[in-house]
């Protein structure tokens, strides 16, 4: 019943900025670990930041880590990936993420802990 939307992906300088937007809608009660995860061809998907909704709790990988802000409107059911200083390596198809309610974020994030995902948003960051 979940559903989640990307966007707000693009090309950029290496240096510059970018936010991507995840909508959500088909929620059941309760709270959610949401995250971002990105995925270049040829490679695993990883996990780049997750948040707890309604919690502050927060977990980002290091190569993002200072660089990357998660966040989220509540009110609005959207997750954010506010992503400063971009670099080349970041370049990736973002995909937000859901876990199914009253499920804990974990302490590092996997594709099997999550059960729903968006269609992708692309990001590419040039030198």
């Known amino acids: 019943q979940v559903q989640l939307v990307e966007s707000g992906g693009g090309s950029v300088q290496a240096g510059g900025s970018l936010r991507v937007s995840c909508a959500a809608s088909?929620?059941?009660?309760?709270?959610?670990?949401m995250g971002w995860f990105r995925q270049v061809p040829g490679k695993e998907r990883e996990g780049v930041a997750t948040i707890l909704t309604g919690g502050s709790s927060t977990y980002y990988a290091d190569s993002v880590k200072g660089r990357f802000t998660i966040s989220q409107d509540n009110a609005k059911k959207e997750l954010y990936l506010q992503m400063n200083s971009l670099k080349p390596e970041d370049t990736a198809m973002y995909y937000c993420?859901?876990?199914?309610?009253?499920?804990?974020?974990?302490?590092?994030?996997?594709?099997?802990?999550?059960?729903?995902w968006g269609q992708g948003t692309q990001v590419t960051v040039s030198s």
């Open positions: 088909g929620y059941t009660y309760g709270p959610h670990c």
């Open positions: 993420a859901a876990r199914r309610a009253w499920a804990a974020c974990p302490p590092y994030p996997r594709l099997t802990d999550f059960d729903y």
